[in-house]
């Protein structure tokens, strides 16, 4: 079955650093990859939509200058958060989409910022 | 805007009881998915469904597109399937990105 990786699985940085998260799909190429997060308890919230080589597109109230995504190929897509605070803690999951309407999800990545 | 309803929103049963989740939404579809998010927090996709039913294992998931309602079934449920079980729409028809329900929490006792 198709698999969508995530890079690292837990990360914990310091206030004002920035961090990456990357987004893989391994065995397939996928059109689009979406970005959520997740609070504690709380269900998944979308925060942009990338497709390759373009742009991403950027739910309301979702900060596009603090939340960097990168759709550089078919199978790699990566969410910068800049200026990490500690409110940016979070769990953030990627989720890969073919031409059809399957979505692959990743293992996702425990952000904390201390 | 789709909107998507689950329940029950907490499940408890012991093992080897048959398990019904069930699944509305407001808003015509192209695909249902089933999603399964262990205590870790990775999810794994269950099914996408668009029409009637599938099956994989114990696992069976039915949509009914009339009424707008899917149902996941568990049989002979087992403690490993412990688990918040999440039913995510696309939030137009022919949307590709995701509504999700607030989730079923699971909790199969042996």
């Known amino acids: 079955g198709a698999v969508v990786s995530q890079h690292p699985s837990w990360v914990i940085c310091k206030s004002g650093t920035s961090v990456k998260i990357e987004c893989r799909s391994l065995?397939?190429?996928?059109?689009?990859m979406f970005w959520y997060r997740q609070f504690p308890k709380q269900s998944l919230m979308l925060m942009a939509t990338?497709?390759?080589?373009?742009?991403?597109?950027?739910e309301q109230g979702v900060e596009k200058d603090k939340f960097l995504i990168n759709h550089a190929s078919l199978t790699l897509s990566t969410l910068t958060v800049t200026s990490a605070h500690p409110e940016d803690s979070s769990f953030y999951i990627c989720?890969?989409?073919?031409?059809?309407?399957?979505?692959?999800f990743g293992p996702g990545t425990r952000l904390t910022v201390t | 805007k789709n909107e998507v309803e689950q329940s029950p929103q907490n499940l408890t049963a012991q093992e080897g009881e048959f398990i019904t989740i069930n699944c509305s939404y407001s808003?015509?579809?192209?695909?249902l998915h089933w999603l399964q998010q262990h205590p870790g927090g990775g999810i794994v996709s269950l099914f996408m469904?668009?029409?009637g039913k599938k099956k994989h294992g114990r696992l069976i998931a039915t949509i009914n597109i009339q009424e707008k309602h899917s149902s996941l079934h568990i049989t002979a449920s087992h403690p490993r399937d412990s688990a918040v079980y999440i039913c995510?729409?696309?939030?137009?028809?022919?949307?590709?990105?995701?509504?999700f329900g607030q989730g079923t929490r699971l909790t199969i006792n042996p």
């Open positions: 989720s890969a989409g073919t031409s059809g309407y399957e979505q692959y």
């Open positions: 065995d397939f190429q996928a059109t689009t």
């Open positions: 990338s497709n390759e080589g373009s742009k991403a597109t950027y």
């Open positions: 808003v015509g579809i192209s695909a």
């Open positions: 469904l668009s029409s």
């Open positions: 995510a729409v696309p939030p137009l028809q022919g949307a590709q990105k995701l509504v």
